[in-house]
């Protein structure tokens, strides 16, 4: 076996900001080109293996050897303080913290929720919903209009809203303390108490669902518990509190996203605009050229493993950059370049292997619909400003931009 050599690499500290925003930070390349799998610094403190090749990122996802249990010592946050990752261990597992049986017995009733099958009879109200918001942003009085606000929150928030039976009433409440809670910046003091607070939201939301179950994802959740004589309060808590922070959050960014690289590359928005069947190629493009997750993917490996020749030991955590790997030239031929028609479907935006995202069906038609419409209703439609001033979510697990000044 044979180990990567830290030697100058030891003084990188990660998280690294993309120092342009469009590309990866220059340091991902210098990783990959030196070996597809490094040892890195956190910023946390301690460091850990950073797997930036793309073969190498999907064996990692894909080994059962590779833990994501937040609450395994040597797993790697470098995100998050030593009292709120205290304060997170001492609640129920998450599923996206859950391994083998314990992750498939937890995701498995609610896999059906998100099929392509049940996921298309949604699409008319998804599309009413996206129809309402360009409305209102037609109706605008003045431009430009911040398409973040308009748009690209509203949406997704609206639809998990529905999906989960959450009150719409309630978006600011929840979107603010997510908000805290993925910001690089957040203090420890404000990142504790927006978990706290989403968690009692949460906690007296899903008492008040099992008081009158509706048809809605946990009206069924715990109708079939009933039924099943099942009952599990702590389980529906964790679920909801995963379904509804992670549920609007990405999606929301990537409207925004999305929309500036194509308003950025406009023989690519022309090829999207003459045929619509380019949209999902589009999409998934999109995913890929901006992997907004990045670096979310981290895993502890519970015993010696072996991948791409490096040997990590148990006990060591691992880092998979998404972003990197979506941007490894080996397989994304001319990675730097938006191509609407690439394909690139096997893409790491979404994760991959047994914990790949829940929702990403549910996220693709989103971007879909909203893309679709929003071109053929707004035809016109410009970035208000240059590129370069629009305020990037440097600052942020989740990468975006706080304001998208619009115009047509």
């Keep these: 076996m044979t180990k990567s050599v830290v030697g ?6 990660l998280p690294v900001e993309r120092g342009c925003p469009f590309a990866p930070p220059a340091a991902y390349e210098r990783l990959r080109e030196q070996a597809p799998i490094n040892k890195v610094r956190l910023t946390s403190g301690g460091e850990a293996w950073w797997v930036s090749g793309h073969e190498e990122g999907r064996a990692v996802l894909a080994d059962p050897r590779f833990s994501s249990d937040r609450r395994k010592d040597g797993f790697p946050l470098f ?3 030593a009292a709120t990752l205290r304060q997170i261990r001492s609640q129920p597992q ?24 049940r996921l298309a009879a949604l699409r008319p109200r998804i599309q009413d919903i996206v129809d309402h918001f360009i409305d209102d942003l037609l109706a605008a009085d003045q431009r430009p209009v911040d398409l973040v606000q308009a748009l690209s929150l509203p949406v997704p928030s609206l639809v998990i809203c529905e999906l989960l039976g959450v009150p719409y009433t309630d978006h ?60 599990d309060h702590a389980g529906l808590v964790s679920l909801a509190f995963l379904l509804l922070t992670a549920g609007h959050e990405t999606t929301a960014n990537m409207i925004s996203l999305g929309v500036v690289g194509l308003l950025s590359h406009p023989e690519q928005l022309a090829l999207v605009k003459a045929d619509p069947g380019r949209t999902p190629m589009a999409v998934e493009e999109l995913l890929r050229y901006f992997s907004i997750a990045d670096g979310v993917t981290s895993r502890v490996a519970t015993e010696d493993v072996e991948i791409g ?100």
């Excluded at 100058?8 to 500290?13: C, F, I, P, R």
């Design 172 to 231: 600011d409440f929840f979107q603010s303390r997510t908000t805290m809670l993925v910001r690089r910046t957040s203090s420890a003091e404000e990142r504790q108490r927006a978990f706290a607070e989403l968690r009692v939201y949460i906690d007296d939301l899903v008492t008040r669902k099992e008081s009158e179950p509706g048809d809605d994802l946990f009206g069924r959740q715990i109708a079939r518990q009933r039924q099943e004589g099942t009952p």
């Design 94 to 117: 998450l599923m996206i913290g859950m391994d083998g049986g314990e992750h498939a017995a937890a995701r498995r009733p609610v896999i059906s929720e998100f099929t392509v099958k």
């Design 309 to 408: 020749g490096v040997s990590i030991e148990a006990g060591e955590g691992v880092i998979v950059s998404a972003l990197s790997a979506d941007w490894d030239p080996a397989v994304f031929k001319d990675p730097a370049e938006l191509d609407v028609e690439r394909g690139a479907r096997h893409h790491l935006a979404f994760g991959f292997g047994p914990h790949q995202c829940l929702g990403q069906n549910l996220a693709r038609m989103e971007l879909q619909i909203v893309f679709d419409t929003l071109l053929r209703r707004i035809p016109a439609l410009r970035l208000a400003v240059p590129v370069d001033d629009l305020p990037f979510k440097s600052d942020a697990v989740i990468y975006g931009v706080h304001e998208l000044p619009v115009t047509w």
């Design 8 to 13: 100058e690499l030891a003084g990188l500290e």
């Design 79 to 81: 995100n998050l303080d």
